[in-house]
C-alpha cells in the first residue's frame, strides 16, 4: 500500500448547528487567504484523487474539486464514506473531517507508513493520544461497501457500529503526530482556542 493507491475524502457536509454556521467556509488561521476547506483541499493534494463529501452540491460553489452528494439526507458519516468510497477510482480512501485543521500532508504520510507495515484490514483508525478511536480520521477499503449498505438499509447511521462490525486496525498517533492533532472545530469558542493556538505557533 502506498499514497499513490490511495484517494483523500473530506466530510464536509455537517448541519454545524453549535457553530451556527458553516464550519468549512471559517478562515484557516494558519493560512489566512483559505478557509478551512481549501485549505484542506491544498493538504490532500499529496493524494491522487481527492473528493468532497456534502449533503449538497450547492454548499461549495466555489470548490473545482468533485463533490459526492449523500442520498440519504441527515445520515451523518456513515452516508458520507459510503458515497466517497462508491464514487472512488481507488481501492483505499483516506477520510478527514474538515474541522480538522491540525491535521496535514505529514500526517497522511506517516499514518499511510504505520497502515503499510500493518496487516491487511478493512479500515486503520487513528487513536489520539487519550486513547479515543477517531473513525472521521482514517483509512478505508473498498470492501466495506456492503456492511455501509446493510447499515443504510437499517438505518444504523453510528459511525462507531461500522468500526465494530469491519475488521479494523488501530494506530496509535501519539507516535506520528502531536496530542492535539486531533482537535476539531464544533463550537465559536472551539474556533478562537484554534486561532490563539495557531498564533502561539506562528
Known sequence: M????????????????????????LTDAKNPKN?????????????????????????????????????IKGFGPVEGIYQLLRNSSKQYLFVMAVDMPLIDERFFIEFIKCAAECKRADAYVAKDAAGRL???????????IPTLEDMRRHKQHRIMSLIDRINTVIIEAKSIAADDVFDNINTPLDYEVYKRKTEQRL
Open 2 to 25: 502506498n499514497i499513490n493507491e490511495i484517494a483523500a475524502g473530506i466530510l464536509a457536509g455537517g448541519k454545524s448547528l453549535r457553530m451556527g454556521k458553516n464550519k468549512a467556509n
Open 35 to 71: 478557509t478551512l476547506i481549501m485549505s484542506a483541499i491544498s493538504k490532500c493534494s499529496v493524494f491522487p484523487e481527492i473528493m468532497i463529501s456534502a449533503d449538497s452540491k450547492s454548499r461549495y460553489p466555489q470548490i473545482d474539486v468533485r463533490i459526492v452528494e449523500d442520498e
Open 134 to 144: 477517531q473513525p472521521l480520521c482514517a483509512l478505508y477499503n473498498k470492501a466495506i
